[in-house]
């Protein structure tokens, strides 16, 4: 039985923000993150997201497709978007599809903290 991703959201400062998500990160659950994401940076300002995928367990392409568009939003605003600890299923999918390069992947929160607004 699929389910989505159980979500929180932790504040770091006025500009920033941490998504910690857990579980599968999958088709079902997908319109309810962009939810979550774009409220974050169109209401509440957010310019650099980060997202803790540690207690994730699967990674699939909805979610990526999702964190791209994030990153082309951001991109706009001078923002960024921080990967934490990427799971293998994503990792995967995110290098058959040659888009490493796109992302800002880092292994703990405490490695995105201090690059997130260089």
Do not use: T
Request: charged letters at 30%; a neutral charge.
């Amino acid at each position: 039985m699929n389910q989505k991703a159980k979500i929180s959201i932790r504040e770091i400062d006025e500009e920033s923000v941490e998504l910690i998500l857990e579980g599968r990160v999958n088709a079902e659950g997908a319109e309810e993150l962009e939810e979550i994401l774009w409220n974050l940076v169109d209401k509440n300002n957010k310019k650099f997201v980060l997202i803790n995928l540690e207690k994730v367990s699967y990674l699939g392409s909805s979610g990526i497709r999702i964190f791209l568009a994030l990153i082309n939003k951001l991109n706009k605003i001078g923002g960024k978007l921080s990967l934490i600890k990427i799971p293998l299923s994503g990792q995967k999918i995110i290098k058959a599809m040659e888009i490493e390069d796109r992302f800002l992947i880092y292994s703990s929160v405490e490695e995105a903290l201090q690059n997130l607004k260089k």
